[in-house]
T-cell receptor, first 112, second 115 residues
């Protein structure tokens, strides 16, 4: 049973619009969450993180929102650019980030 | 610039062969990890290591073993490769941190095909 779920395998968005990627988790012990971006033939690269003491974290065009009561987080990309086209993985940890559980990923396509 | 390298980008092996996947990091990180990535399943943890000569099983250790003789190097071993081990293998490393700011750095991956 997957502890971290990304229910949308793919998402297409027009350039300049907002992309919203969603992630749900089942383990209430998770206290640290990250988003990774992965291009084909490359390893995942860290994008943004949030700890459970916050409900929002921003870094430029990327914002992550955490709703602990719903066990839900989302990544907002505004404005979306063609270079954002990649697979996005949500990951969660329960012990200071030593070990992560990854979701299955969402493939984002930003159309010019 | 942080760097995690993996010995091969692509590898083709036959069923029953012994396979070694090597990973080297130059960041003096304590933690090292091996994952496999399969469509629809995301990254699943095979083994990890917090220190030299130390290893811990991840979620899917069956059919794999690991070796960490030096801090910078973490090897994944498939004792007898099988077709269901065809996958993308990703190595990662991270600091043994005590804050929420630590993240894992990934290598480029090895696509292994077992025929």
């Amino acid at each position: 049973d997957q502890q971290v779920k990304q229910n949308s395998p793919s998402l297409s968005v027009q350039e300049g619009r907002i992309s919203i990627l969603n992630c749900d988790y089942t383990n209430s012990m998770f206290d640290y969450f990250l988003w990774y971006k992965k291009y084909p033939a490359e390893g995942p690269t860290f994008l943004i993180s949030i700890s459970s003491i916050k409900d929002k974290n921003e870094d430029g065009r990327f914002t992550v929102f955490l709703n602990k009561s719903a066990k839900h987080l989302s990544l907002h990309i505004v404005p979306s650019q063609p270079g954002d086209s990649a697979v996005y993985f949500c990951a969660a940890s329960a012990n200071y980030g030593q070990n992560f559980v990854f979701g299955p990923g969402t493939r984002l396509s930003v159309l010019p | 610039d942080v760097k995690v390298t993996q010995s091969s980008r692509y590898l083709v092996k036959r069923t029953g062969e012994k396979v070694f996947l090597e990973c080297v990091q130059d960041m003096d990180h304590e933690n090292m990890f091996w994952y496999r990535q399969d469509p629809g399943l995301g990254l699943r943890l095979i083994y990890f290591s917090y220190d030299v000569k130390m290893k811990e099983k991840g979620d899917i250790p069956e059919g794999y073993s690991v070796s960490r003789e030096k801090k910078e190097r973490f090897s994944l071993i498939l004792e007898s490769a099988s077709t269901n081990q065809t996958s993308m293998y990703l190595c990662a490393s991270s600091r043994l941190g005590t804050t929420y700011t630590d993240t894992q750095y990934f290598g480029p991956g090895t696509r292994l095909t077992v025929l």
